[in-house]
């Protein structure tokens, strides 16, 4: 029986909401879950962003591994205990940070953008990556590492995640078609011993995602989906490359969970790593039911709020001087803490260019509210058949409370 | 009349109770008064501010002239509207900073630690001290500057906080008494020039302090104390190096309150840069109204919180890794933010190594509550006739809700 329960379809489109019944509470869907990479949502405590409406979190495994520790965090019953989060969580594999290490900032190579492979220069390093798994430098102390398959959901049982997300090679875009499907024939063998030590060792409570590969060709993308559906897991992610544009990102995610729609049944589906609001909006309605994103919380800290601005990928730079004598709010009519408080764009852009504290936290509040207003307006359109109108009038600029 | 309503006297030293009436709200003393330097209290919003029992708080001349400049915080109404904090504002006259960067860092020199002159390059520098004021370069965009008496009064007007300081020379520890005995002259007639520049020109609802200076000099400290106080302000703020340990401290501190006590009449008095646990409780016995310090919040932004170790200068510093797997709270008893929510001391350790944002705001919400209980204990001892066996409790280790 899948953790997904279905409420609503939408007919027009692959969309559908949903509740998705984890081990610490139910997350409802479609969702946008914010990142507490390092065990903390950055400037925000958990009431701060049980405050806002999330139900879920994202961990880091890779980052949690080498810093405090798998083993000082089970001591406390796991993430959520450690970190006070009162709800479920999802950690992901390690795989992608280890993967970046390698292949130059993978964050930059799955939106098909220049490898930069200075990017990981001073910080950690991939060895050697072999079939066991992956052996590096930590970034931490510089002493080597590996992890592999085993390792990952090993750290993940300790973190004791509502959610555990298997162990795969995140492939960048700058790859052969060769590189790519061998890659993805590894990730599914990594996938059944993932699943293998999980069944042997895991905690029962514990659902495990596997993750769709096969860069951006389809074939590989459809074998991939076809063969992860084949698998008993609780849920589905979609990961690697996506594409080098908006429009390839939405293909190859369609020749997924058109794959998904015949072979995974109700099972949920997480987009990783995505979180633009067209982006949220397109893979809402290809039926992803979570998604995270470092975005809107990394925006917030340098300086950037989200605002109704499809021409500006709904972006306003604070940084901007034009900002420097407005009076006026930061975005009209929106009742996030930082707004409902008051503070003028003026101020806002002066803490910024000051690099206040204050004004990190503000942001992030700001960005998180209007992310979670989208997805409950998202949520709401199409428990009441509505999703096509809505989901025009965001992508034409209305705010997630006008549309 | 004096803007100080004295509610309650202690009758075995010189502390007291009372109502500082401002022009945005009343204060209830003995207060400390968080800073709000660059406009913000750092990590925190008002509401956080307001939430945790301050009253006022304190915006910094200098760095709020460099940027945002004083003509944009005037045209928003003034410094508290432009911060939406809806209470009073104190603002210092600059001079602290602007002679920092003469006499490398005042900061460390009022304490009495050794001159550090490194401290001070790559950032701004005085060009010349002289009978009209002070010529320096901007730490922020190496522009030459002016700031004298009149500027210093024009900016405060601008900022339109309700308590101005008037512009001294800050006087470090190591210079001569004849350098200590020359400057405290001129801060008096500077403080002259100050009183006419504001009777003409300043706000009539703000409130000029004067301040006392004299250095570590008994005789100089006395002269300085009646001078200031025989102009008509409407309170007088002790400034200055106040020696080289906390006894000399104290000492320094009595000779000018024991001088005000006698020629200031009711006035509010406030103590600048001071906020250690031990120096609040001999301040207040001292008869000081207001105090201001960057140490709460700036120890918690490095990661060590208040706590009831008069042995540890009531310190705890978390980056110790004693802390690491230590599941207990913060504080014992602690009722603030961050200690009610259940954070353990090994988290909280954690996230400071990681360098987690999150965990800055805790720790500043937690030391400016520690503070904010230190000083209503002792207002409450004060109305109760026990601040003898409340301050004995308190420098014994007693937690402000304990003792």
């Not at 206040?356 to 992310?371: A, G, I």
Request: with cysteine; hydrophobic share 40%.
């Amino acid at each position: 029986m899948s953790a997904l329960e279905i409420v609503n379809r939408d007919p027009a489109s692959q969309a559908r909401t949903g509740r998705l019944k984890l081990a610490r509470g139910t997350v409802r869907t479609p969702a946008f879950v914010p990142l507490a990479t390092k065990g903390s949502v950055k400037s925000l405590t958990p009431d701060d962003v049980t405050g806002l409406g999330f139900d879920m979190v994202l961990g880091n495994t890779f980052h949690l591994m080498l810093s405090p520790g798998p083993e000082r965090i089970k001591d406390f019953g796991g993430l959520a205990e450690f970190m006070r989060w009162p709800g479920p969580v999802i950690t992901d594999s390690g795989g992608f940070q280890v993967f970046s290490m390698g292949h130059g900032t993978v964050a930059d190579e799955v939106k098909g953008r220049r490898s930069k492979p200075e990017a990981s220069q001073g910080q950690g390093r991939i060895l050697a990556i072999e079939e066991q798994g992956v052996r590096f430098r930590s970034y931490v102390d510089g002493s080597e590492m590996f992890m592999g398959p085993e390792t990952s959901m090993e750290i993940q049982a300790a973190l004791g995640s509502d959610i555990a997300l298997v162990f795969d090679e995140c492939t960048p875009f700058h790859v052969t078609r060769d590189y790519t499907a061998r890659s993805t024939e590894r990730t599914h063998r990594w996938l059944d011993r993932c699943l293998e030590w999980h069944s042997a060792n895991g905690p029962q409570e514990q659902l495990v995602y596997s993750i769709v590969q096969g860069g951006v060709y389809e074939d590989l993308r459809r074998e991939s989906a076809a063969a992860v559906a084949s698998r008993a897991t609780g849920g589905i992610a979609i990961g690697g490359s996506l594409g080098a544009d908006k429009a390839q990102m939405y293909e190859v995610v369609s020749w997924a969970t058109d794959e998904l729609d015949r072979t995974a049944g109700e099972r949920p589906r997480h987009l990783l790593g995505i979180g633009e609001v067209d982006d949220l909006i397109r893979g809402v309605e290809l039926g992803i039911d979570t998604f995270d994103c470092a975005m809107p919380t990394r925006l917030a800290r340098h300086g950037t709020a989200m605002a109704p601005r499809p021409e500006k990928r709904w972006r306003l730079d604070l940084t901007h001087a034009t900002g420097r004598d407005d009076h006026g709010p930061l975005v009209e009519g929106c009742e996030c803490p930082c707004c409902a408080a008051g503070f003028s764009r003026a101020y806002l852009h002066y803490l910024v260019k000051a690099r206040e504290f204050t004004v990190m936290r503000l942001l992030t509040l700001h960005n998180l509210y209007f992310v979670v207003k989208l997805m409950e307006r998202l949520r709401l359109a199409i428990d009441e058949g509505d999703l096509p109108a809505v989901a025009a009038a965001l992508r034409a600029g209305a705010a997630p409370w006008e549309a």
